[in-house]
């Protein structure tokens, strides 16, 4: 079975920057998308940015211009790079693979993460 390890939380200041990876435990024989989204206190969790089995990218509006989602096949790795980071960025975040790959959705490939940490101080 696979399981995505989430590691690059931590504690910043405002307009810091972190860079947060989400690896799978093991390969996957297909591609597929993967995403973040984070949780904060007392709200609901929320889409932050996705990258499709095409590398299309999508991004949440209050991220757009400040974090960058990339992705690297060969490892079965996300990565998001946050950058001028402010109090409303902390939450839990949590890496989420979508099983789909192209128009086949993968049930078994649809996964999230244990969730890490981003914690912005004013």
């Known amino acids: 079975q696979v399981h995505l390890v989430e590691s690059g939380g931590g504690l910043v200041q405002t307009g810091g920057s972190l860079r947060l990876s989400c690896a799978a435990s093991?390969?996957?024989?297909?591609?597929?998308?993967m995403g973040w989204y984070r949780q904060a206190p007392g709200k609901e969790r929320e889409l932050v940015a996705t990258?499709?089995?095409?590398?299309?990218?999508y991004y949440a509006a209050s991220v757009t211009g400040r974090f960058t989602i990339s992705r690297d096949n060969a490892d079965n790795t996300v990565y998001l790079q946050m950058n001028s980071l402010n109090p409303e960025d902390t939450a839990v975040y949590y890496c989420?693979?979508?099983?789909?790959?192209?128009?086949?959705?993968?049930?078994?490939?649809?996964?999230w993460g244990q969730g890490t940490l981003v914690t912005v101080s004013s």
């Open positions: 093991r390969s996957m024989t297909v591609i597929v998308g």
């Open positions: 989420h693979t979508d099983g789909r790959s192209g128009r086949t959705y993968y049930g078994a490939l649809e996964l």
């Open positions: 990258i499709d089995s095409n590398s299309k990218k």
